[in-house]
């Protein structure tokens, strides 16, 4: 399960090589529709990547932040750094993908 993020720990939990925010809302059909898929991903690349999920109802600061303008969003941190962002559903094969590119980038 990803672990929840908030305004006191996003920095601590985007610090490590590689981390994945996932930027959602309760109400967001399409989050939904990407939990599922997330889940799958997160247990695939576990010890890989880092998988964190940032409510943005109380949290939109941080989303402005990084310019989610829309959910759901997925922000790819480096270092503690936002590196790259995608928004939308995306079919699990086309992320697992992404994923690889990612990791092989950073190895």
């Known amino acids: 399960m990803a672990i929840e993020a908030n305004a006191e720990n996003f920095a601590a939990l985007t610090a490590g090589p590689l981390t994945v925010v996932d930027f959602w809302a309760p109400w967001c059909g399409p989050c939904k529709m990407m939990d599922p ?26 989303a402005q932040r990084y310019k989610v303008m829309s959910i759901p969003s997925l922000v790819l941190f480096r270092n503690g750094q936002a590196k790259e962002k995608v928004t939308g559903v995306y079919p699990e094969a086309k992320l697992a993908h992404y994923f690889d590119r990612k990791l092989a980038e950073n190895a």
Not at 46 to 54: A, D, L, N, T, Y
Request: aromatic letters at 8%.
């Open 37 to 62: 898929i997330m889940e799958r991903l997160e247990a695939q690349y576990q010890g890989k990547i880092k998988f964190v999920k940032m409510n943005v109802d109380g949290n939109q600061e941080i």
